[in-house]
Structures are given as C-alpha cells and as structure tokens.
C-alpha cells in the first residue's frame, strides 16, 4: 500500500498500517505484484485490494485485501492465489490471507502505475 493510499485509510478501525520496515516487506509486496485480477491487466497491489501487509517476529504475514466488488468471480481463489504467491518468499514462515469490505475498495485507490496503465491519466 502507497503512504497516499493509507493515508485515505487513516482512521478506519480495521485497517493497520503495513509492516514496512520489515525486511521481508518488499519480497511480499513484490509477490503481491505477482498476483493479477483475471478481469483487469493490472496487479492487485497495484489496484489497491492490498491493504495491509502484517509482518510478525516469526515472519508470519498476515495479508489484508479487498476485491473490487463483493461479488468478483474469483472472490474465493484470489486469496489462494496471494497466500501462494507470499508464500514462495523465502523466510516467509507462514501466511494468513484475510477478504474484508470495509472500506470498499474504490479507484481512487489505484496507484498512478494502475491508473496509467488503464487510461486513465
């Protein structure tokens, strides 16, 4: 998650702010960008359905996303697919990989990568 994007987050309960000073947050956040939505050419951290990335002491991660509406047709495999992908990070010891709601994921979430490569800069 971009330092603009948490910012938009601030004050909403559920959401932590990453584990960014971890040194197993830039493998994780790149094994995120590994991850695509099928419908949108464009990795989900990117998109924004990343919210948090919780590193622990005992490098286990704890990844908070979103999808871009309730009912996407890959709700029930995409975090499959980020705990694979996470989990393929050496020094990754386990991988948790939680859907929530709140907030709604929205475009203003994208970052300017995302939003480039769609059109709409």
Same mark, same amino acid.
């Given at each position: 998650? &971009?330092?603009?994007?948490? $910012?938009?987050?601030?004050?909403?309960?559920?959401?932590?702010?990453?584990? &960014?000073? %971890?040194? !197993? %947050?830039?493998?994780?956040? /790149?094994?995120?960008?590994?991850?695509?939505? @099928?419908?949108?050419?464009?990795?989900?951290? =990117?998109?924004?359905? *990343?919210?948090?990335?919780?590193?622990?002491? /005992?490098? $286990?991660?704890?990844?908070?996303? &979103?999808?871009?509406?309730?009912?996407?047709?890959?709700?029930?495999?995409?975090p499959g697919w *980020?705990? =694979?992908?996470?989990s393929s990070v050496p020094g990754?010891?386990?991988?948790?990989?939680? !859907? *929530? +709601?709140? @907030? @709604? +994921?929205?475009? /203003?979430?994208?970052?300017?990568?995302?939003? !480039?490569?769609?059109?709409?800069?």
């Amino acid at each position: 998650m &971009t330092a603009e994007q948490n $910012d938009r987050l601030e004050g909403t309960p559920l959401i932590a702010p990453s584990t &960014t000073d %971890h040194p !197993l %947050h830039e493998p994780v956040v /790149e094994a995120c960008r590994s991850v695509f939505d @099928p419908e949108i050419p464009v990795n989900i951290f =990117d998109l924004g359905l *990343v919210y948090t990335i919780d590193i622990g002491s /005992e490098n $286990d991660v704890r990844v908070l996303m &979103t999808l871009t509406a309730p009912g996407c047709p890959v709700a029930g495999e995409m975090p499959g697919w *980020v705990a =694979d992908a996470v989990s393929s990070v050496p020094g990754v010891k386990t991988v948790d990989v939680d !859907l *929530v +709601w709140e @907030p @709604p +994921w929205g475009m /203003e979430m994208m970052s300017d990568e995302a939003r !480039l490569e769609l059109g709409f800069m």
